[in-house]
């Protein structure tokens, strides 16, 4: 690189030329030498001055040829690569940078565009939150790193009704707005997705299940103040399940969580249930021995 920034005064817009100077001088300089000292000295005849030079400038052309044959596949990949609908980031004055260019811009582009596909794989399009991919790769990154929490799964309840009575579009709205509102109602560190259909996953580090618990019941309450929809005359609820994730499997806290959500729609809807409350009355009833 230090060469060709060196050289660049020669020929600056043409690599062709500069190679070429650049290799005549350097392998002429011994037949250049004895030229002069044959003329200086009267020890060289006219006739073979004349031929030498006319062999050097054969040479000359032929290798000129040669280098620009050889630069003609660079010369069409630094065209391709700025064949594209942007510009080129620097004006190019040679292949060279032409090419640096075209390879800079398309390596940014590629980049971006690899960017753009990893947000699309890990982004619900319908409310632009995680999905049930982008969380699990959060989450677990978050597992490894030592975090601990809890794991809510929602679900919005009688959705079914919601697009039998009143359409699918609705139903894509009234999922819209739950999304945004457990965004709104979430802390910064929190992970919110959408799990699957009107399931929704939250993730919430440093909580225990009490804690967890009441953040959910607030935001039922807020739902309830401020519904998202109605359908029925009654406004839309969510019923909700919570599990500790306190050993690092994901996998066996979702399931308990699941459970959990089960467990209050069971018992009517629009409720939030624990996990270990849920296990611990079971045990009450249980018969004793």
Request: proline residues 3%; contains cysteine.
């Amino acid at each position: 690189m230090r060469f060709y920034l060196a050289t660049s005064f020669i020929f600056p817009r043409s690599l062709r030329l500069r190679l070429f100077t650049v290799c005549f001088v350097t392998t002429h300089v011994p037949l250049a030498s004895y030229c002069t000292w044959g003329l200086a000295t009267g020890r060289i005849e006219l006739a073979e001055f004349v031929l030498l030079t006319l062999a050097t400038v054969i040479g000359a052309i032929m290798a000129l040829l040669g280098i620009g044959a050889l630069l003609d596949p660079i010369h069409a990949l630094a065209q391709s690569l700025n064949t594209a609908e942007n510009p080129a980031l620097p004006p190019a004055m040679d292949v060279i940078q032409s090419l640096y260019a075209g390879v800079h811009r398309a390596a940014v582009s590629t980049g971006a565009q690899i960017q753009a596909l990893v947000v699309a794989a890990q982004e619900d399009a319908l409310t632009g939150i995680l999905n049930r991919r982008g969380f699990l790769d959060e989450i677990v990154t978050l597992i490894n790193d030592g975090v601990r929490g809890c794991v809510v799964l929602l679900d919005v309840d009688y959705f079914k009704s919601v697009n039998d009575t009143l359409g699918h579009d609705e139903g894509d709205r009234i999922l819209g707005a739950l999304a945004a509102l457990l965004s709104r109602q979430t802390r910064r560190v929190d992970l919110v997705a959408r799990w699957g259909g009107e399931e929704f996953v939250v993730f919430l580090p440093g909580c225990v299940e009490e804690e967890a618990s009441r953040i959910m019941g607030r935001i039922a309450q807020v739902m309830r103040q401020a519904p998202i929809g109605q359908v029925g005359g009654r406004a839309i609820t969510f019923s909700a399940g919570i599990s500790a994730c306190t050993d690092g499997d994901v996998a066996a806290a979702v399931l308990r969580a699941d459970e959990a959500l089960y467990c209050a729609k069971d018992r009517g809807r629009d409720q939030v249930v624990c996990h270990a409350t849920q296990r611990d009355e079971q045990l009450a009833t249980l018969p004793r021995p």
